[in-house]
């Protein structure tokens, strides 16, 4: 199983450039997520969605838009990158948390620099 | 106040201590998720545990509900335990976690 596949792994982008995170997931899974993580925080949320054609902001999504058109695609869109988004994004999935049954599955992260 | 707060923020510790890594939180809750994160690697759910007490080798997880407070436990850690360690809880209807800070372990041969 190739469980949660986000590509690319490492980017570096000059300020002002635009960029698309890719994260498929091949598990059938409702809900998708993005991540933040900044150095010696914690995660933060900055979309998600519970099923194809429906999204939600999280914490923290200005300056980054998303779409999910399947159940398996869920792209990171970055319009005008800024230095403050340098951070390592992941990917996540799940088929909810409701049950306290269903773990949540994450991709390998992108490492993305903003210069 | 964090929704999640985790402690110690830092551990570091011989190879084979005993390591504690706890987790208190102000919601209340279906289930809590322990995950591991390596240096420069992807993040891996290690326990789900909504009651009691669950072990993976020499992980065990322990969940206090009317205390809303969890530890983690290693028993004889070795230096390839060092990593983060995350704990995070469901909320807004169980659509989405929120997490703690994380706990960077360093275990020392």
């Known amino acids: 199983n190739a469980g949660v596949t986000q590509t690319p792994k490492f980017r570096i982008l000059k300020i002002g450039q635009s960029m698309t995170l890719q994260c498929a997931q091949d598990?059938?899974?409702?809900?998708m997520y993005w991540y933040r993580q900044d150095p010696g925080m914690g995660l933060k949320l900055i979309y998600y969605?519970?099923?194809?054609?429906?999204?939600d902001k999280g914490e923290v999504p200005n300056g980054y838009n998303v779409s999910r058109s399947t159940t398996e695609d869920f792209p990171l869109r970055l319009e005008l990158a800024a230095p403050s988004q340098t951070s390592v994004y992941f990917c996540?999935?799940?088929?909810?948390f409701g049950t306290g049954a269903n773990e949540a599955f994450f991709g390998q992260g992108t490492r993305l620099t903003v210069v | 106040k964090n929704e999640v707060e985790q402690s110690p923020q830092n551990l570091t510790a011989q190879e084979g201590e005993f390591i504690t890594i706890n987790c208190s939180y102000s919601?209340?809750?279906?289930?809590l998720h322990w995950l591991q994160q390596h240096p420069g690697g992807g993040i891996v759910s290690l326990f789900m545990?909504?009651?009691g007490k669950k072990k993976h080798g020499r992980l065990i997880a322990t969940i206090n509900i009317q205390e809303k407070h969890s530890s983690l436990h290693i028993t004889a850690s070795h230096p390839r335990d060092s990593a983060v360690y995350i704990c995070?809880?469901?909320?807004?209807?169980?659509?989405?976690?929120?997490f703690g800070q994380g706990t960077r372990l360093t275990i020392n041969p």
């Open positions: 996540a999935s799940s088929y909810g």
């Open positions: 598990m059938n899974h409702n809900y």
């Open positions: 969605s519970v099923g194809a054609g429906i999204t």
């Open positions: 919601v209340g809750i279906s289930a």
């Open positions: 545990l909504s009651s």
């Open positions: 995070a809880v469901p909320i807004q209807g169980a659509q989405k976690l929120v």
